[in-house]
């Protein structure tokens, strides 16, 4: 298939390329040493696989949509089938067991069951007749996320298993349903947490009911909805008391893993100090002390943001914000212009999967997230992220290259 | 169109708007800790650093049931590393130089106590005032040295408490729970043993977390001043069963036999356990900081075993005090009455090819059930053995407790062998066994092996109408907030004898000390009157073991004693002697300080 690059949207390529540059830059830096005047190889690493990603972009948008929408559930199933492997036989890391070693890489199944379920949940939304707010279309597309979710939950690497799930709340609300809707099927979840005080509890349903009053979603569904927002809100406490004390804590720490203050609260504290020492223009290229002195861990990964902020100030930060603003604004352009559902559907879920990442990693560098391990797309150092991100941004090209077409 | 479904454009409106909002408080929040707050960042950074302290809570006191404390903290000095901020060939040679310990073992402790680069592990522990100064004073020639203070275990002496409250040490590798971060992590000290292991998480408390600053040089200025501080909730206290009092007398004790032994001294009614003693003992303080290499090899390599708990984890022949289960058996199966003769003891009978002993040589003539158990005649019960047969006597057996454990609070405990025909079956070969075997096993010898905590169980049975309380040691755990959870006594099992026939084995106990031959008429006093049984235990490897099982007073039991001397001979002359004086020693009081009028009073007086 031959393809036309001048019609390509370049200035959507280059911003995606331009932070891939920056990435790199700031690897190099984060482990420079100053006094020998040399850094760790990681950057050399990034740069071949961002060449790798190129290439793997290159071919993503020569493969017909047809396919893509041909091997949709293939596709799926592949991926559960490695989920549950890497569960039984993958490298167990750090006590979590994520990844297949291929011998020079190691492959991460959530990465490519992240691709599958967009594939798989744009299929199903483009084709289904069902109206959105249908039973059986929420509940089926539930299923496709939820199962992928819970294996990736047990690995376990619950910020990857979130991605799942907001995925699918995305997808719904891409394909029709409406926000407020949206909101009535997640209600119980808030009822769950808003019961742990009985008087936000009490505020909460009046709310809800108030919300519904206006809404007027139908009497059965509104019933059900109540119901279900009772139900959780009055095993909440019955459930809690009968926790021994380490599993309270154990369910604290999952709902909000900052709260583990010797590792994760130590690197938050320290890069809110590496950020916000950078000012308005930054220490300078190569001479970010917090990072150079090696006070900030894991900072060629999760961190690599507060090594931007140091050495780049407020005027770096704004730029990277910015060209990521300017990539998801593009995206939303190019999802809704789509002719095809089915193309839209998988723009919008590459969209939805960048921005999340996007959103809870530099909200974690000045503690704003918790902290949950997810990269920065484009940014951090990391192979399968970044072939990852990179063939999620081939779709999107790919998607609006054929957007008049299907 | 539904009122759920809303238009593409509509959607693509409403995501941009999302979009910009997202964008907005992200660019608000560099806003201000780039611009807003970037003096007081810049300062953090220029010439400082933030480094963790994790803080170690206290840890929870122990008391004894008159709350008197028997394991208090004391405060220890820890030197740790910082592995990301340590120079290798220049921390490691200094610090062995100023504490005197070896470059190699600090090295050993880092790699073992690695919890993460920039966690501090614990390498150096109870250092003196003097190694911290000088760290406090020129951290710049230590980088990455620093110290925290530690609370250590100090145990009140004398009362040979390591059987039970057990000692603290640091974790070992297969003990640690990176998952949760109030888990077990390297380098803590956690309870290795008895209260200390099984009431760890109680005593332990929560750590916390404290960050603070250090000049470029390693000093420390000062707490950083963040809200990000995460207090430590200090350990619960416990109240324990344990009657300290009581136990230093039966420490006394062993001290002037110098014997191995064991002593589970509890209160019938609610299997509170009084004392709980194994001889010899250890000093647990010698636990309490780091044990050095030699002492641990003495401890292990010593022919007397001072790490073993007797009382819960040491196994031997019940001897005589087994025959009231013999008889409790044989009466419940109507094979026996109280009444019931049979042939006449001189002092051994022929059951087959072989001639079966009684202890007393010139034999105890013709006797009843009362009698047999007052003067602890084998040949008696060797025939009783013989009419209930094996099967009988094994159902009995495990009813009454035995062959497994009871339960106690602590870990370690044995379950002991109440041998049946399958266990014969196993050990010699389907029916390669004589049948003859029961008779052994009547009067407590043989394969019949049981823990003295078991044989406590069946006597704390006999004495309190048929009902067993989980033997246990905890009383009360105090928690931080006031709060005190109580222990309620939970009824483990009951014997399974009718009420007659308890009623015929507790007169056949009381007969055993009030009776004109009663083997342990030594114990007789004008205060109370004591119920139980002495027994000899053939040991193969030496001298017989004494044993003596009673409680006190008799019609009301507050307290049941089981001892055990091993290699003493007879129990008569020395469990017996011992017993009695720990039951005098709880009814009446310290008799030195004459406090026996009132208890008197209190004590019913038979005779």
């Given at each position: 298939m031959t393809v036309d690059y001048k019609s390509l949207d370049w200035k959507f390529i280059l911003a995606t390329v331009g932070l891939s540059l920056i990435g790199i830059m700031l690897i190099y830096s984060a482990h420079y040493d100053s006094s020998a005047g040399s850094s760790l190889n990681f950057y050399i690493k990034q740069s071949i696989w961002l060449l790798l990603a190129f290439v793997?972009?290159?071919?993503?948008?020569?493969?017909?949509?047809?396919?893509?929408?041909?091997?949709?559930?293939?596709?799926?199933?592949?991926?559960?089938?490695?989920?549950?492997?890497?569960?039984?036989?993958?490298?167990?890391?750090?006590?979590?067991?994520?990844?297949?070693?291929?011998?020079?890489?190691?492959?991460?199944?959530?990465?490519?069951?992240?691709?599958?379920?967009?594939?798989?949940?744009?299929?199903?939304?483009?084709?289904?007749?069902?109206?959105?707010?249908?039973?059986?279309?929420?509940?089926?597309?539930?299923?496709?996320?939820?199962?992928?979710?819970?294996?990736?939950?047990?690995?376990?690497?619950?910020?990857?298993?979130?991605?799942?799930?907001?995925?699918?709340?995305?997808?719904?609300?891409?394909?029709?349903?409406?926000?407020?809707?949206?909101i009535l099927i997640v209600s119980p979840l808030i009822s769950l947490v808003a019961a742990f005080h009985w008087i936000a509890w009490v505020i909460y349903l009046v709310l809800l009911i108030v919300f519904m009053l206006i809404l007027k979603p139908g009497i059965l569904f509104g019933v059900i909805v109540f119901t279900f927002n009772l139900a959780f809100g009055m095993i909440t406490p019955f459930i809690w008391n009968h926790l021994e004390d380490y599993q309270k804590l154990r369910v604290i720490t999952f709902l909000d893993p900052g709260r583990d203050p010797q590792r994760a609260g130590y690197q938050i504290i320290q890069s809110k100090i590496a950020i916000g020492s950078g000012g308005i223009i930054g220490k300078g290229y190569l001479e970010g002390s917090q990072s150079q002195l090696k006070f900030l861990p894991e900072r060629h990964t999760d961190f690599v943001f507060s090594v931007l902020g140091e050495e780049f100030g407020f005027v770096g930060t704004l730029t990277v914000v910015?060209?990521?603003?300017?990539?998801?604004?593009?995206?939303?352009?190019?999802?809704?212009?789509?002719?095809?559902?089915?193309?839209?559907?998988?723009?919008?879920?590459?969209?939805?999967?960048?921005?999340?990442?996007?959103?809870?990693?530099?909200?974690?560098?000045?503690?704003?997230?918790?902290?949950?391990?997810?990269?920065?797309?484009?940014?951090?150092?990391?192979?399968?992220?970044?072939?990852?991100?990179?063939?999620?941004?081939?779709?999107?090209?790919?998607?609006?290259?054929?957007?008049?077409?299907? | 169109m539904s009122a759920y479904f809303i238009e593409k454009d509509h959607r693509a409106k409403i995501a941009s708007v999302l979009l910009i909002i997202a964008l907005m408080v992200i660019i608000a929040g560099l806003f201000y800790h780039q611009i807003i707050r970037y003096k007081s960042f810049l300062a953090q950074s220029e010439e400082n650093r933030i480094r963790i302290r994790p803080i170690i809570p206290k840890r929870g006191v122990i008391f004894d049931r008159n709350m008197e404390m028997i394991a208090d903290n004391r405060l220890s000095f820890t030197v740790s590393i910082v592995p990301m901020e340590m120079e290798k060939d220049v921390t490691l040679p200094r610090l062995a130089e100023l504490t005197g310990a070896d470059t190699l073992e600090i090295k050993k402790k880092l790699n073992a106590n690695f919890i993460s680069k920039y966690i501090p592990a614990a390498v150096l522990r109870d250092q003196d005032i003097g190694v911290i100064s000088t760290l406090e004073e020129n951290g710049e020639h230590f980088p990455g040295a620093t110290y925290s203070v530690e609370s250590v275990r100090q145990y009140v002496e004398g009362i040979s408490a390591e059987t039970f409250i057990g000692y603290i040490a640091e974790v070992a590798p297969d003990e640690i729970d990176n998952e949760s971060q109030w888990g077990y992590r390297p380098g803590r000290l956690i309870g290795k043993k008895g209260i200390e292991k099984a009431y760890d998480r109680e005593l332990r408390g929560i750590e916390g977390t404290d960050f603070i600053e250090v000049s470029a040089r390693g000093q420390i200025i000062g707490p950083y001043g963040g809200k990000d501080r995460v207090p430590a909730v200090p350990g619960a206290d416990l109240v324990l069963t344990i009657d300290a009092a009581l136990q230093r007398e039966i420490v006394k004790f062993y001290d002037s036999l110098q014997a191995s032994g064991g002593v589970?001294?509890?209160?019938?009614?609610?299997?509170?356990?009084?004392?709980?003693?194994?001889?010899?003992?250890?000093?647990?303080?010698?636990?309490?900081?780091?044990?050095?290499?030699?002492?641990?090899?003495?401890?292990?390599?010593?022919?007397?075993?001072?790490?073993?708990?007797?009382?819960?984890?040491?196994?031997?022949?019940?001897?005589?005090?087994?025959?009231?289960?013999?008889?409790?058996?044989?009466?419940?199966?109507?094979?026996?009455?109280?009444?019931?003769?049979?042939?006449?003891?001189?002092?051994?009978?022929?059951?087959?090819?072989?001639?079966?002993?009684?202890?007393?040589?010139?034999?105890?003539?013709?006797?009843?059930?009362?009698?047999a158990v007052e003067q602890s005649c084998n040949v008696y019960f060797y025939q009783v053995g013989q009419i209930l047969g094996l099967d009988a006597w094994n159902e009995f057996a495990v009813k009454c407790g035995f062959g497994k454990k009871s339960g106690i609070d602590i870990s370690g405990e044995l379950s002991g062998i109440a041998p049946s025909r399958a266990y014969y079956d196993k050990?010699?070969?389907?029916?390669?066994?004589?049948?003859?075997?029961?008779?052994?096993?009547?009067?407590?010898?043989?394969?019949?092996?049981?823990?003295?905590?078991?044989?406590?169980?069946?006597?704390?049975?006999?004495?309190?109408?048929?009902?067993?309380?989980?033997?246990?040691?905890?009383?009360?755990?105090?928690?931080?907030?006031?709060?005190?959870?109580?222990?309620?006594?939970?009824?483990?099992?009951?014997?399974?004898?009718?009420?007659?026939?308890?009623?015929?084995?507790?007169?056949?106990?009381?007969?055993?000390?009030?009776?004109?031959?009663?083997?342990?008429?030594?114990?007789?006093?004008?205060?109370?009157?004591?119920?139980?049984?002495?027994?000899?235990?053939?040991?193969?490897?030496?001298?017989?073991?004494?044993?003596?099982?009673?409680y006190a007073p008799s019609n009301a039991p507050r307290i049941l004693v089981c001892a055990l001397v091993e290699n003493a001979g007879h129990g008569s002359e020395v469990a017996a002697p011992l017993a009695g004086r720990i039951i005098k020693r709880y009814l009446l009081g310290d008799s030195t300080q004459n406090v026996i009028a009132q208890s008197v009073a209190e004590s019913p007086v038979t005779e």
């Open positions: 793997l972009f290159n071919a993503v948008f020569h493969i017909p949509v047809r396919v893509i929408d041909f091997i949709a559930y293939p596709l799926y199933g592949l991926s559960i089938i490695l989920l549950i492997l890497v569960l039984v036989a993958g490298e167990t890391r750090m006590g979590a067991s994520r990844w297949f070693s291929l011998g020079f890489m190691s492959v991460s199944p959530s990465d490519i069951g992240k691709l599958a379920l967009i594939v798989a949940l744009s299929r199903f939304f483009a084709y289904t007749k069902l109206p959105p707010q249908s039973k059986r279309r929420l509940a089926f597309s539930a299923m496709l996320a939820f199962i992928p979710a819970l294996l990736v939950m047990k690995q376990p690497d619950l910020g990857s298993s979130l991605v799942f799930v907001v995925l699918l709340f995305s997808l719904w609300f891409w394909s029709g349903l409406s926000p407020a809707y949206l910015l060209l990521f603003g300017f990539i998801f604004y593009r995206g939303i352009r190019i999802a809704s212009r789509c002719r095809s559902k089915f193309t839209s559907n998988l723009v919008w879920g590459a969209l939805t999967i960048i921005f999340f990442q996007f959103f809870v990693n530099i909200g974690m560098t000045f503690g704003l997230m918790p902290v949950t391990g997810l990269p920065l797309p484009f940014l951090s150092y990391g192979g399968t992220s970044l072939l990852l991100n990179w063939t999620l941004i081939g779709i999107i090209v790919l998607a609006d290259y054929h957007r008049s077409e299907y | 589970v001294a509890l209160d019938p009614t609610t299997g509170e356990i009084l004392a709980l003693a194994s001889f010899p003992g250890l000093d647990p303080n010698l636990f309490s900081g780091v044990i050095p290499d030699e002492i641990w090899r003495s401890i292990i390599d010593d022919p007397r075993h001072p790490l073993l708990n007797r009382p819960t984890s040491s196994m031997y022949p019940p001897g005589s005090t087994a025959k009231l289960l013999t008889a409790g058996a044989a009466l419940e199966r109507g094979v026996l009455t109280p009444e019931t003769i049979l042939r006449g003891c001189g002092g051994g009978m022929r059951f087959g090819n072989r001639v079966f002993k009684c202890w007393q040589e010139h034999g105890h003539g013709r006797l009843d059930l009362y009698h050990a010699f070969g389907p029916n390669r066994w004589s049948k003859l075997l029961i008779l052994n096993i009547a009067i407590g010898q043989g394969e019949f092996i049981v823990t003295p905590l078991q044989l406590t169980q069946f006597y704390a049975g006999l004495a309190n109408g048929g009902k067993v309380f989980k033997p246990h040691l905890l009383k009360e755990i105090r928690y931080p907030e006031r709060s005190v959870q109580k222990i309620e006594p939970t009824l483990s099992f009951t014997l399974p004898f009718s009420q007659n026939t308890l009623s015929v084995l507790s007169r056949a106990l009381e007969l055993v000390v009030q009776g004109e031959r009663g083997t342990a008429k030594g114990l007789r006093n004008k205060y109370y009157t004591i119920a139980g049984k002495t027994g000899t235990a053939q040991n193969p490897h030496g001298k017989d073991h004494s044993w003596f099982v009673g």
